[in-house]
């Protein structure tokens, strides 16, 4: 056999080791690297024409001009993501988003959404319904490559994060193996990646979660309950990849239709993370961390108990730490003025419970310690 391989060798020439091997069935050739899938749904051949020349070079682009035509294709093809444009006859782009996101087939689809500049309160809408992202009309390549590049990105990161935390699952000592030697570890980076979108919260999320697990200790709660607000501190922002970048960094005044946008972010991560069955609490903390003790918060308007325990932790530790960080607009917060923000928002913004503990912790850090690092 040896002998064959060698002849083989010779005669193919620049083919290689690898190629002469194959030739002789001893080694199958290795698959090619996956090409993403994108359907783009427009009812305008334009627009169709227009995307499909920014993102073929890169992905598998498929296009459509309706919403029941995309409907057709995904039965014969599974997509990684879905451009889908608004204003489109018989079946609008609100109405296939709602019958997507309830169909367990594909509701894991990620989707952006196509919108003319003057569609803010449509793009409020897409958030709502399950959009991930928008992208305005006329279309500017580098902006629609470096969306679809970064949704597609956090689609394959949520997709292996759940593959490990279930194959793990099967393998490890229950959750506590499994949390140490992957969780941890995915849940830093996933933190880290949120954080770094905006040059001003580096290490937030981080903070957020070691502050919660100190005021979790301080109020007695089980060793398990302190490790797991820990987990859920570490991803509560997570929902700010869903965010444009030119929002999150903007510094000057937001108008109104942009903080509607921000408002979104719990939105999007509960559903990033509703899917995390190991830590079920996990999502909780991501939707409901910015809810008021006095019902003026959001994005549900819960007031008192009915906020969950473990979001009324978190929106502590989260306001806490953007008090004691550097913003655009202003230096670290002296830690008596922060001290007492807290104390007066004990009953309206904070769980006085919650406040009291947090200011006990503050009083116990004589050299403000605990602040951005």
Known sequence: MADIIRDKNQSLGILGRWEAKRAVGLEEEPAKDAVNHILVVDDDAMNLLIAKRILAKQFEVHTVTSGQEA????????VDLILLDIRMPQMDGFTFLQIIKD??????????CLTADSEQESELKCFELGAVDFISKPFIAEIMLQRVTRILELSRLQKELQKEVEKKTMTLNRRSQQLNRLTIQVMKTLASTI??????????S???????????????MTHQEQEDIYYIGLLHDIGKIGIPDEIINKTSRLTDEEYDIIKTHPAIGFE????????????IGARWHHERYDGKGYPDGLKGEDIPFVARIIGVADSYD??????SYRGILPQEHIRGEIARCMGSQFDPEVAKVMIQIIDEDKDYKLKEW
């Open 206 to 220: 981080v903070r957020v979660a070691e502050y919660s697990k100190m005021i979790a200790v301080k109020m007695g």
């Open 103 to 112: 169909d367990l087939t594909y509701r894991d689809i990620p989707v952006i």
């Open 195 to 204: 954080d770094a979108k905006d040059k001003y919260t580096n290490g937030h």
């Open 272 to 283: 990033i993370l509703e899917k995390m069955s190991e830590i079920p609490e996990i999502a």
């Open 71 to 78: 409907f057709d294709l995904l039965k014969n093809q599974l």
């Open 322 to 327: 953007a008090m004691s960080s550097k913003r």
